[in-house]
């Protein structure tokens, strides 16, 4: 209680993602982050959905950026991007998608998104415009470590969380080389492969869990492949942060053409997954 007490006494100052996870903490629960795809399926709609998931329960919105070759994505989310790109989204408008959630809303945003999108506009300008609009933090799926310097410069200057991944894969010695570049969180991809609904949770996440946290004292949250309740409480028990994302752009899948439908059905289901957020105590 000591430990919660002075975190919270600390929190004026927290960036808005660490305010986050303390709090999520102080609740004895992991921290809820859901992805959509920005623009997904046109701009109004879009703002309607990253409202109606932040008033259901999530903390932090993953924001993926449109692009032609989305590499790590599962069909959902390769859709959804596809779906974005023709309802015309460029990067300009997910910026501004970012600026009108500030609107409304002081929970963290992060960009999910490629190196060609950062690129395109060099790593500074990119950065500077992101915080501008009101971002937090950015994973770069398709950059490692060992080639980011000029990204995690520009990001620092601008105090924008720079997040990478680690794999079921990654060796530990990796996972020392990864968590010192990393700032924000650490995202644990549970299976290989691409996104995706999973009908089960993989087997191995306390270990994996548990050897990343040897390496890091970030928040470590778990993606890829969580879908249900079930899922989620199953992920709560180990680490601190739940990823969900094709579970929720399916849901906009599915609706496409009634925007009653698909805000009232993804109100539920996110709801839903937040049920299992709370941590079970033993004894």
């Known amino acids: 209680m000591l430990f919660f007490a002075l975190e919270l006494a600390s929190w ?14 102080a609740e004895d629960r992991a921290c809820f982050i859901a992805y959509v795809c920005a623009g997904d399926p046109d701009y109004a709609t879009s703002l309607e959905i990253c409202r109606t998931l932040l008033a259901n329960g999530v903390d932090i919105l993953e924001l993926g950026v449109p692009f032609s070759d989305p590499l790590a994505d599962g069909i959902a989310n390769q859709l959804a991007a596809q779906r ?131 390496h890091t004292v970030l928040p470590v949250a778990v993606g890829f492949g969580i879908s249900t309740r079930e899922h989620v409480a199953g992920v709560s028990a180990v680490a601190d942060g739940v990823v969900v994302g094709s579970a929720l752009v399916n849901v906009i899948a599915h609706n496409l053409g009634n925007k009653e439908a698909l805000l009232a059905q993804l109100g539920a289901k996110t709801a839903d997954l937040a049920a299992g957020l709370k941590r079970t105590k033993v004894g």
């Open 12 to 25: 004026g100052d927290m960036d808005r993602i660490a305010q986050t996870f303390a709090r999520a903490r």
């Open 84 to 214: 974005a790109l023709e309802a015309g989204i460029t990067q300009t408008q997910v910026f501004d998608l970012v600026r009108d959630i500030r609107k409304f809303s002081e929970a963290p945003i992060l960009f999910y998104t490629y190196y060609n999108m950062v690129f395109a506009r060099t790593e500074t300008a990119y950065a500077a415009e992101a915080k501008a609009a009101g971002l937090d933090g950015a994973l770069v799926l398709d950059l490692p470590p060992e080639e980011a310097g000029n990204w995690l410069t520009a990001a620092k200057a601008v105090d924008l969380k720079t997040i990478f991944l680690i794999a079921p894969t990654t060796p530990p010695e990796r996972m020392s080389v990864i968590a010192g570049v990393a700032s924000g969180f650490i995202y644990y991809v549970s299976r290989e492969g691409v996104t995706g609904e999973r009908a089960s949770l993989a087997t191995n996440l306390t270990s994996a869990v548990a050897e990343i946290n040897k």
